[in-house]
């Protein structure tokens, strides 16, 4: 037990000591959290349109009007076909929409209209959106214009509640679980150097010719990690909600339990890929590649799981952080759920006993197995 | 009563047989040297004693225990230094000793730990901090910890000065009980001779096993003995300075440095250092660990800005015209600092290409640098896989590959077997013949004597320059190694 406390002891003043403990600890974290606040946006912005109207008829350039009263839309009028194809070409605008000069003429006799809503189909989403837009618009003025005996009003209305997130805004569930993408790099990171810092340095070689035993040395490691890594977690959590104000609706103690289950698997694979390698550079490399790639890509914050080809599905079965994103969320925007909270522990419990075991395995006692 | 009992021992790396073998017995309270050219065996051996690494075949008893399965109960009753003591080098000196007092569950008492390493004023230092000598004693001090029954040193005394040699010999003398037993590699054989047994390794064999006086009386006598079990050293013509040009020069001095001083903060690192360095003429750097030998190295070759003062390399002022000084400059590190993954022959092109050698001369060139270093052979080996010995000539061959004027040896033979390092030196004195300029540091103090001129330094200023004799004569001392104990203690005074 002394052995273990000597070790701890030691850990944490190289902590201090060491300024790029602290960096990855706290100003990794702060840059990050920067960056999916003010960098990463899944919101619609302000896009640009072009209208082109050939129709002369009064009542038309309501329509045109109401193109332009958007917070989302701005509308630039056009005189010809060919600037607009210029501008599509340059983006400057993202879409454009003619109004033929038939169309007041037709609708007057009761036929159907048509207008041309033109996209730029290399940014799927945004024209998506201006489909969209072109189509509401047009039913919208539809309904108030004079050809609205034309229409029969429609039976149903939709009435649209977004649950959890009223206004939709993405920086509500990006912030949190960008949380989980950084304790994963961060988690992986901050182990993945130090037992391959003791190989590279002699010190190893040292320690295993004193009365260490296998079990303080992984001891040894995981307790300082897993100090710093919390408290790395509550900087994070409170920039959250402190500066950046996403709203919490879960239980704090609840929350930090889970985050210590996470916190215990990350270490876990930080741990073995350093007692696997016993080289700092290969293991900051390798933790890049298996931590922060993974859990950027294949955690399901930004690409859904279930639209996955069936083997990454099953691969994320394994990443810690798919756990954790789907807790943090249902955390921060819904409150805590019983049910989401015991299957993820579940899962991290299971994950983190496995690597454990594997750490406690591959320490080894000797300079060769 | 024998402490180590080894029968038929037999270690492998993949093809290389490191132990082939062997069987040995180390007597209790007595202290045995273990000597052994590069890659002989002796730090695999040790591993092996404390269970580090496992036999391939063979029997190793250490108090009537076996490492293969008692490793735990061996390590309570044993101290091991390793070659790369693991000092925590951002913990303090106390910190240290404190981790490993308390890693062998013994008491804070390093009163006297610290009077032997005359650390006491250095104990809130870091111990990234220390000079190398302060660093061995120091990791010294830590395996002495807790009164081991069998002490097992790994060449502590590597690329440590004569000063601080004799520090650490007199702290296992003292610091031991009469029934404890040492087993102490090392590369210097004047510890060798002082020790009670002596056992030599070749090819993880051993050739020889008794007391060193019954080899031969004098150190030197012994030192040739060695050599001779060794497989012998003949002197050859250097094949490296017969094929190299010889250099024409036309002004006075080749090397200048004029009142080179740099500070660190309020501190003096290096403080007025003046020398001239005539064509043709090897000039030693003397001094003991931390002195400021590396910082006016690295002053010298532009590495380091100087506070004041300047340095010049076949006239041409290093800090106005950098490119063009190291231009007549061949560097040799005092760590190996070739590319590990790339071959002999890669590391070779690529020096060849930085030190400006056109394309089309470079293959012609490279052929017959591998011709003339003896490198042939192994010019498709990885370089980190070399033995020493190897490397240390691949190293010499990359900082000669552009015909230098001018060569800078930073401690080139720390580490090296004696073999090796006398034929080392034969390449040196023959160059030198050829009229390449030399300036070098070592601790080796019979490397000392090759030397036409030597400037001793200690806490960061000259205490002296002289040929060898004048430097002996003025300490009124026989050897080298003893005049440069009482110069750097007159110095102290």
Known sequence: ?369 | MNSIIIKNLTKKFGQITAINNLSLNIEEGKITGLIGADASGKTTLIRLIIGLLKPDNGEISILNLNPGKQKSEITKRIGYMPQKFGLYEDLTVIENLKLYADLKKQPYQFEKMLEFTKLSDFQDRLAGALSGGMKQKLGLACTLLGNPEVLLLDEPSVGVDPVSRIDLMKMVRELITPQTTVLWSTAYLDEAHSFDKAVILDKGEVIFNGKPTDLADTTKNFENKVIELMGGYKKEISKIAENYPTVEQNIEYSVEADNLEKKYGDFYAVKNNTFCIKKGEIFGLLGPNGAGKSTSFKMMCGLIKPTSGSAKIMGIDIKENPVKARSNLGYMAQKFSLYGSLTVEQNLRFFASVYGIGILNRKERINEILDIFDLREIANQKSESLPLGYKQRLSMACALIHNPPVLFLDEPTSGVDIIARHKFWNHITALAKKGVTILVTTHFMDEAEFCDRISLFYKGKTITIGTPKELKEKANAKTMQEAFIKLVQEGDK
């Open chain 1, 1 to 369: 037990m002394k052995i273990l406390l000597a070790l701890i002891k030691k850990e944490f003043k190289q902590i201090i000591r060491d300024p790029s403990s602290i960096i990855i600890a706290f100003v990794l974290p702060f840059i990050s959290i920067m960056i999916y606040m003010y960098g990463i946006n899944l919101d619609s912005v302000k896009v640009n349109i072009g209208i082109k109207n050939d129709d002369a008829n009064p009542e038309v350039t309501t329509l045109v009007e109401s193109f332009g009263k958007n917070k989302y839309i701005n509308s630039i009028p056009y005189d010809n076909e060919k600037d607009i194809t210029q501008a599509i070409t340059r983006s400057k605008i993202k879409g454009a929409v003619i109004i033929p000069n038939d169309f007041s003429k037709k609708l007057s006799k009761g036929e159907s209209s048509e207008i041309l809503v033109i996209t730029d189909g290399s940014e799927v989403n945004t024209a998506n959106y201006i489909q969209n837009y072109a189509s509401s618009i047009t039913n919208d003025w539809l309904m108030t214009s004079k050809y609205k005996y034309l229409v029969t009003p429609p039976i149903i209305n939709t009435e649209l509640r977004a649950w959890y997130n009223q206004d939709l805004n993405s920086h509500y569930f990006i912030l949190p679980g960008s949380i989980a993408i950084t304790m994963t790099l961060i988690g992986i990171l901050l182990t993945a150097l130090v037992v391959a810092r003791e190989w590279e340095r002699g010190t190893m070689e040292s320690l295993l010719s004193t009365q260490v035993r296998r079990i303080d040395i992984v001891l040894g490691k995981y307790i300082p990690y897993f100090c710093l890594g919390l408290t790395s977690m509550i900087f994070n959590v409170s920039m959250c909600i402190g500066v950046f104000k996403i709203p919490f609706r879960g239980n704090y103690f609840v929350f930090f339990l889970v985050s210590s289950l996470f916190l215990f698997t990350l270490l876990g694979i930080g741990l073995l890929i350093s007692s696997k390698l016993k080289n700092q550079f290969l293991a900051s490399q390798v933790s890049l590649g298996i931590g922060f790639l993974p859990a950027l890509l294949l955690s399901g914050l930004i690409f859904p799981i279930s639209s996955m080809p069936l083997f990454f599905q099953y691969l994320t079965g394994i990443l810690p952080p798919k756990y954790f994103i789907i807790f943090v969320e249902s955390e921060y925007m819904a409150g805590t759920i019983f049910e989401i909270v015991v299957i993820n522990s579940i899962f991290l419990t299971i994950l983190g006993t496995i690597l454990f075991i594997l750490v406690y395995k591959s320490t080894n006692m000797r300079l060769e197995k």
